[in-house]
């Protein structure tokens, strides 16, 4: 079986979309706007659980016996998907440091 391109597009458009929201969410953590960031951050994890939804799907595909044709263009999209948990779990532990340094800097002032 030959992964579509449709799914393989899906991977790519929800990972980029949940990274999106992860870097944006980091932004307005650095202006002190922690609920709209926390927004964006449910919004990245709704999106990752989306994309890992299919990555699981065609998992269970190829342990279920079908043999699986992987090209290029699916190498990409799981190269999306993996920075894209990676770049979450980097950020969420970023976010929590500078809500520690905007806490610092309001005593300061």
Avoid: P, W
């Amino acid at each position: 079986m030959e992964i579509t391109e449709e799914t393989i597009f899906k991977l790519i458009t929800y990972s980029g979309a949940a990274k999106s929201d992860i870097f944006e969410a980091f932004r307005l953590c650095q202006d002190g706007k922690y609920e709209d960031a926390e927004n964006l951050m449910e919004s990245a994890k709704h999106n990752l659980l989306e994309a890992h939804n299919t990555q699981t799907s065609l998992i269970q595909q190829e342990a279920g016996g079908e043999q699986i044709i992987v090209r290029l263009l699916m190498v990409h999209a799981q190269d999306h998907l993996m920075t894209c948990i990676l770049a979450k779990e980097l950020m969420s532990n970023m976010m929590n440091m500078q809500k520690e340094i905007n806490e610092i800097k309001s005593k300061i002032k």
